[in-house]
């Protein structure tokens, strides 16, 4: 079993910056995915970033460039650097886990962690 908390969130205004984490738990194959959605009210939920254990990235077009997703697999935790924040940003975040696959070029979806809100203001 995988367990998943993130950390993070707040509010920022417009231009800011913030950095959120994941803190995972469980066993994880020598081949695994782990990601980051979002989900704004009234929105479905999208991916934004995922990394392989490779480190291969993948990025929504709506963040290149001013997001960055990254692992510190000594502590077991995943980040999302958020830089040039705006308020369509504005979401709760989840951080998503497949434990025994990689990514190749998709985002996880296995296990979820409940969430961390940003909100960006204008």
């Known amino acids: 079993q995988v367990q998943l908390v993130e950390s993070g969130g707040g509010t920022v205004q417009a231009g800011g910056s913030l950095r959120l984490s994941c803190a995972a738990s469980?066993?994880?194959?020598?081949?695994?995915?782990m990601g980051w959605f979002r989900q704004a009210p009234g929105k479905e939920r999208e991916g934004v970033a995922a990394?392989?254990?490779?480190?291969?990235?993948t990025y929504a077009d709506s963040v290149k460039g001013r997001f960055t997703i990254s692992q510190d697999n000594a502590n077991n935790t995943l980040y999302l650097q958020m830089n040039s924040l705006k308020p369509e940003d504005t979401a709760m975040y989840y951080c998503?886990?497949?434990?025994?696959?990689?990514?190749?070029?998709?985002?996880?979806?296995?296990?979820w962690g409940q969430g961390t809100q940003v909100t960006v203001s204008s």
């Open positions: 998503a886990a497949d434990p025994l696959w990689p990514c190749s070029g998709g985002y996880p979806g296995n296990f």
């Open positions: 469980g066993y994880f194959y020598s081949s695994y995915c």
């Open positions: 990394i392989d254990s490779d480190g291969s990235t």
